[in-house]
């Protein structure tokens, strides 16, 4: 061991990319770790190097952000670690505590740059179409911006695992407790786990690295060195438009997010882009009434606040009307969290108080719930139960105002299949719904018979069970909100069920979820997979006519918003209890923050897989039995020996296949994604095979096999679906002119069918 190491503060300490040479432990001051794109801070006890002992140089660059201590440990290889951590002890707990501290920092940071990257992605498609938008309605020639179709999307496809960072975490407790102190005295387990932390701490750096690349490839649309850029379009376009109106007034908006979001954002050169920024500024603000509107806008922060909603948090608790342990350990907690400067901290003392906080949470929701059975729930209790709000100063002024407008104004739109978690279980405790799943694929009938099988309950018992408004509801608390409450708020190592200002990826006013959104976004999926949601079934209403000739019916899915802000969504069941004819059941938060149309499509892509597999049972994967998944399973368990693809294809599959965590059914939702993002709008991204495969068992509508017949990737295929939709055409067109001519009614249902089948629903 070397001598005791002091760096200035601003000083490297390791360049990315140079050989390592040893390992630092930090004994004081603090080190900036640095990745693409950002950096994390290392403190005392922490070990540079340490997450990347599996790699013959440092992918991460160290610095010092204040005046710093460092004593060196030398390392060559995994061999001459193995015997320091032996004479070293305390360093093998020390290491090992350091390094799960920074993989849970790099998983957190991949988290928030997916997010970031995605979100920037969606903005850049929203800025071109406004941009083309405002140019057609001007007559103004809009310049070609070509580069949008060479970016790498793939470079965002892949995601970190969320629940590495739970493990890691986990992890961390262990070998800081008392417990921990023996763990670290086995070498073998302790050299293990500097392999695999090592190696999920490069993959996590990949990430990054791939996120900061795709940044860097969208910041070159909106700035370039030389100009002629979509900054330059949308500026030269701001100065035709007419001066104080609104499409100036949203045009200079978009402009200044623009700015704020890429300046620094992927290393921008100061000196050119800032000064293009002031120029742009400075002829802008001439403009007279350009930012009348926006000034008016200053101050509305607070807009809208009432004292209704000053001491929300009481309010809630005075509604329950009682004073339990549960109750009065919330409050505590949640009056603990206001002190709390970040409430997505990793401390121990934080996530201590988030999963106490979040343990409480369905305890006190369960009863307010049932509260509201009694009398009228107030603005603060409807806002609890609708958003998860139970603060004010934790929601902030404004965002507390915004939910008590829209908590005031929310129109229950259950009829049309999109429930509000509040509405959703008033649903179930009036017998209009039945209760999900659990997490172990058993719904509410199963469980209560199960008791009775058991000999736990009598058949009257079961009965009354099964109509128990208040038992049915407890069930969908304790198992379905639990856990879909998590998987949809995405983050799961930060994951707290209240509404927090400071936690909020993106304005809710921008991200509530409404009917009109989700049923745009699946308007736009069934324009090109029309028969997504259809099912399958016999015409019992006209069997007399109909025989065995099947029909196809469309249930769409229940949509049930959950009461966060969160990046993801989950197809919790594809059908309800038993019944094949009823519809699936989706989970999303109420304030989403990922693009609404991205996200359907991979929930039609998961329902898709998983409706097969309910109807092939056993035989879902049995290519005799010709379907969905049995076709798509056999393509990519056999994809090296398949003629039909070239090596380069069969590379491209393999490395899709990793990327999907080696799970067939995640690499066809991504590759229905591509089908219909970019095939049904004729951008061919899928190998022949895939194609075939998902043009067979999700079809185009006629319409869009007009479109792409011109195409001679798709002309084959469409000759071929052509001809066996004539068969079916044929059969059901014969029996139609059979029931006309022989004076007998026609139902509709066969005129359905026949509309369904040519593609025209």
Same mark, same amino acid.
């Not at 056999?638 to 965590?661: G, H, M, V």
């Given at each position: =061991? ?11 300490? @390791? ?32 070990? =540079?190097? @340490? ?74 498609? *929203? ?28 470079? @965002? ?35 293990? =786990? ?6 999920? !701490? ?12 795709? *940044? ?49 954002? &992927?290393?921008?050169? +100061?000196?050119? %882009? ?16 350009? &930012? ?19 001491? !929300? ?50 305890? @006190? ?35 507390? !105002? ?64 099964? #109509? ?64 997504? %949601? ?9 069997? +007399? ?16 918003? #959950? ?6 969504? &989950? ?14 059941? =989706? ?58 693809? !070239? ?19 995640? #690499?066809?939702?991504?590759? %229905? ?87 025209? &629903?």
């Amino acid at each position: =061991m070397a001598e005791n190491r002091t760096y200035k503060r601003g000083q490297t300490i @390791i360049e990315a990319g140079s050989a390592i040479s040893s390992l630092g432990l930090i004994i004081s001051g603090r080190v900036a770790a640095v990745y693409p794109g950002g950096a994390m801070m290392l403190d005392r006890a922490d070990v =540079m190097g @340490i997450t990347e002992v599996v790699n013959e140089v440092h992918f991460l660059g160290y610095k010092a952000v204040s005046d710093t201590v460092v004593i060196p440990y030398p390392y060559t290889n995994l061999e001459t670690l193995e015997k320091l951590l032996s004479q070293h002890s305390d360093f093998a707990r020390v290491s090992l505590c350091s390094l799960f501290k920074q993989i849970t920092g790099l998983l957190g940071q991949c988290q928030i740059s997916e997010i970031h990257s995605g979100d920037l992605y969606q903005k850049l498609g *929203r800025d071109v179409d406004l941009y083309r938008s405002l140019c057609k309605k001007f007559r103004v020639k809009a310049e070609d911006i070509g580069e949008l179709s060479e970016l790498d999307t793939y470079l @965002i496809e892949e995601s970190s695992d969320t629940w590495l960072a739970d493990y890691y975490a986990g992890l961390a407790r262990l070998y800081q407790s008392e417990t921990g102190k023996t763990v670290a005295t086995d070498l073998s387990v302790t050299m293990g =786990m500097l392999r695999k932390g090592s190696l999920d !701490s490069r993959k996590a750096y990949q990430l990054l690295d791939n996120y900061y690349t795709f *940044r860097q490839e969208l910041g070159n649309i909106y700035f370039k060195p030389e100009g002629n850029d979509l900054y330059d379009h949308l500026t030269e376009l701001f100065f035709r438009l007419s001066a104080g109106s609104d499409d100036m007034f949203e045009l200079r908006k978009t402009i200044t997010r623009i700015e704020e979001s890429f300046y620094d954002e &992927v290393g921008l050169d +100061d000196g050119v %882009y800032r000064s293009r920024m002031d120029a742009f500024a400075d002829k802008a603000d001439n403009i007279p009434d350009a &930012v009348e509107e926006e000034e008016d806008n200053e101050g509305t922060d607070e807009a809208g606040f009432t004292e209704e909603l000053s001491g !929300s948090l009481d309010k809630i608790i005075d509604f329950i009307g009682e004073e339990s342990e549960t109750v009065i350990n919330f409050k505590t907690h949640v009056i603990d969290l206001k002190n709390v400067d970040d409430p997505e901290s990793v401390d121990d003392d934080v996530a201590t108080l988030r999963k106490r906080i979040a343990t409480e949470f369905y305890d @006190i929701y369960k009863l307010v719930f049932f509260r509201t059975l009694e009398k009228t729930p107030t603005l603060p209790v409807l806002m609890f139960l609708y958003f998860g709000y139970v603060d004010e100063q934790l929601a902030g002024r404004r965002y507390s !105002s915004y939910l008590a407008n829209i908590a005031s104004s929310l129109k229950d739109h259950s009829g049309a299949g999109i429930y509000t978690f509040y509405d959703w279980l008033k649903n179930i405790y009036n017998g209009r719904k039945d209760p999900s799943r659990d997490e172990f694929d058993t719904d509410y009938t199963d469980t209560i018979h199960k008791l009775k099988i058991q000999n736990k309950i009598d058949a009257a018992e079961e009965k009354k069970r099964l #109509m128990d408004g208040r038992a049915r509801v407890n069930f969908e608390l304790d198992n379905f909100f639990r856990s879909a409450d998590k998987v949809t708020y995405g983050r799961i190592t930060t994951f707290c069920p209240i509404f927090l200002e400071k936690t909020c990826i993106k304005d809710p006013t921008s991200t509530l979820v409404t009917l009109e959104a989700i049923s745009g976004a699946l308007d736009r999926i069934r324009e090109i997979d029309y028969s997504a %949601y259809y099912r399958e079934t016999l015409d019992q209403k006209n069997i +007399d006519v109909m025989g065995k000739e099947t029909i196809h019916l469309e249930f769409l899915p229940d949509f049930i918003l #959950m009461p966060n802000m969160g990046t993801r969504a &989950v197809m919790w069941q594809e059908i309800e209890g038993k019944l094949r004819n009823s519809p699936s059941r =989706m989970a999303i938060s109420i304030f989403h923050s990922e693009d609404i149309f991205a996200t359907l499509i991979r929930l039609t892509g998961d329902f898709r897989w998983e409706m097969c597999k309910r109807i092939q049972g056993a035989r879902w994967n049995d290519v005799t039995e010709h379907s969905l998944t049995s076709e798509y399973f056999d393509y990519v368990q056999f994809y090296r020996k398949n003629r039909d693809l !070239s090596p380069e294809i069969k590379e491209k599959i393999r490395t899709s296949l990793q990327r999907a965590k080696n799970s067939f059914k995640e #690499m066809f939702i991504r590759d %229905y994604i591509l089908w219909v993002m970019y095939e049904g709008n004729g951008s061919p991204r899928l190998n022949k095979v895939a194609r075939q495969i998902i043009h067979t068992y999700c079809p185009f509508s006629d319409r869009q096999n007009t479109k792409l017949r011109t195409n001679p990737i798709y002309t084959e295929l469409i000759d071929r679906s052509e001809l066996k939709k004539g068969q079916k055409l044929h059969r059901l067109e014969g029996l139609e002119k059979k029931l006309v001519n022989s004076g007998q009614s026609v139902p509709d249902t066969l005129r359905d069918e026949i509309a369904f089948i040519s593609g025209n &629903v």
